[in-house]
């Protein structure tokens, strides 16, 4: 995991053999300086340029993307504080984001748990029905009919989804404890998030990019989009303050989008939504805990990571989550 406190961009134009020419642009990123940034920019570029000059295909810039999508390029958020290989940022719409290389989060999506039903297909479908309730009846009323099956069709998926929701609590329990007796020195941590539940495994460390890590959270529907990004990035994450809007925080973070690093004359601007943000906040959680699975025994790294996240997400403040 590298999330760099120091970023800089080189940039060079080329004649290519066939007469044409290039610019091309690479990121340097860096712990120590900006002047170490810029030379690991130049180091990269110089590649890129040689792979072009030899006729390799090569994009011609990196992306400038925080977190999703940000392909071999480290995750570019401003580093709000550090705890030894854990790194708390602020991602790009301004909540706080911790960060580990070797600790599991899994996020489940309670919508990724619970058939969707196809409204268009039924759509499709009783409007067929319709047509042919028509050929064979005759009269208008059959379409009448099309639309009252097909207004039933629609309750009938409504309570469906509202039976399951009410229930997911209770299964994503007992997946945990199936997984649990099937690993026995497994120890698990369950917690509701807004948008459904999350997961931290404290028995053992893991690598975010290795086998164990993600057959782990396919089994557990995590999302596929986060699941790329643990490779991707060779960490693990979790968002430990509440989303703006669901604070009623409707203004976006200064400026947007909020790619770190920003220009200094713009600080201003961050500085004073992020002061608004956290008298928002007050009050609210990130996570509910619910509940441990297993009789393994805690690590101490996932000890020393479940401890910062539960105090900076006031998982067990009994405060709304938001």
Same mark, same amino acid.
């Given at each position: 995991m590298?999330v760099?406190s120091?970023?800089?961009?080189a940039?060079r134009?080329i ?9 091309l ?17 130049e ?5 890129a ?6 006729g390799?295909k090569?994009s011609?810039r990196?992306?400038k ?25 602020r991602?790009?719409?301004?909540a706080l984001?911790?960060?580990?290389p070797?600790v599991?989060f899994?996020d489940v ?5 619970v058939p969707?039903?196809n ?14 309730l028509?050929w064979?009846m005759g009269?208008?009323?059959a ?5 009252g099956l ?6 009938l998926l409504?309570?469906i989804?509202r039976r ?11 997946k945990?404890?199936g997984?649990?007796?099937q ?6 941590r369950?917690?509701?998030t807004p948008?459904?539940f999350?997961i931290?495994?404290m ?5 975010p ?12 529907s995590s ?6 990004? +643990? *490779?991707?990035? =060779?960490c @693990?994450?979790?968002?430990?303050t ?5 604070v009623?925080?409707?203004e #976006? ?5 909020g790619v770190?690093?920003?220009q200094?004359e713009r ?8 002061k608004?943000?956290?008298?928002k906040?007050r009050?609210?959680?990130? +996570? *509910?805990?619910l =509940?441990? @699975? ?14 910062l #996240?539960?105090?900076l997400?006031r998982?067990?403040?009994g405060?709304p989550?938001?």
């Amino acid at each position: 995991m590298i999330v760099p406190s120091y970023w800089s961009e080189a940039k060079r134009r080329i004649e290519l053999p066939s007469g044409s020419s290039l610019t091309l642009r690479r990121f340097g990123w860096s712990d120590l300086s900006e002047e170490d940034a810029t030379r690991i920019a130049e180091e990269r570029l110089d590649v890129a340029c040689t792979a072009a000059l030899a006729g390799e295909k090569v994009s011609q810039r990196d992306r400038k993307v925080p977190y999703l999508g940000s392909d071999g390029v480290p995750i570019r958020e401003e580093i709000v504080d550090r705890f030894g290989d854990h790194i708390l940022t602020r991602n790009v719409y301004g909540a706080l984001c911790l960060n580990t290389p070797n600790v599991l989060f899994a996020d489940v999506d309670a919508e990724d748990l619970v058939p969707a039903g196809n409204v268009c297909l039924g759509f499709f479908f009783l409007v067929g029905v319709s047509v042919l309730l028509k050929w064979v009846m005759g009269g208008w009323y059959a379409f009448f009919i099309g639309a009252g099956l097909y207004a039933a069709y629609l309750l009938l998926l409504f309570y469906i989804r509202r039976r399951t929701f009410s229930s997911l609590p209770n299964r994503v329990r007992q997946k945990l404890a199936g997984y649990c007796e099937q690993h026995p020195n497994s120890l698990l941590r369950l917690y509701e998030t807004p948008a459904g539940f999350r997961i931290l495994l404290m028995h053992q460390e893991m690598d975010p990019a290795g086998e164990e890590a993600q057959e782990f959270m396919k089994a557990f529907s995590s999302d596929q989009i986060y699941m790329t990004m +643990c *490779r991707r990035q =060779a960490c @693990f994450r979790a968002r430990v303050t509440p989303k703006p809007w669901r604070v009623g925080l409707t203004e #976006h973070l200064k400026p947007r989008p909020g790619v770190w690093p920003i220009q200094k004359e713009r600080m201003p601007d961050r500085i004073r939504w992020v002061k608004e943000y956290e008298e928002k906040i007050r009050g609210y959680a990130a +996570c *509910r805990f619910l =509940a441990e @699975f297993g009789r393994g025994q805690a690590c101490s790294t996932a000890q020393t990571v479940m401890e910062l #996240h539960d105090r900076l997400c006031r998982s067990g403040s009994g405060d709304p989550i938001a």
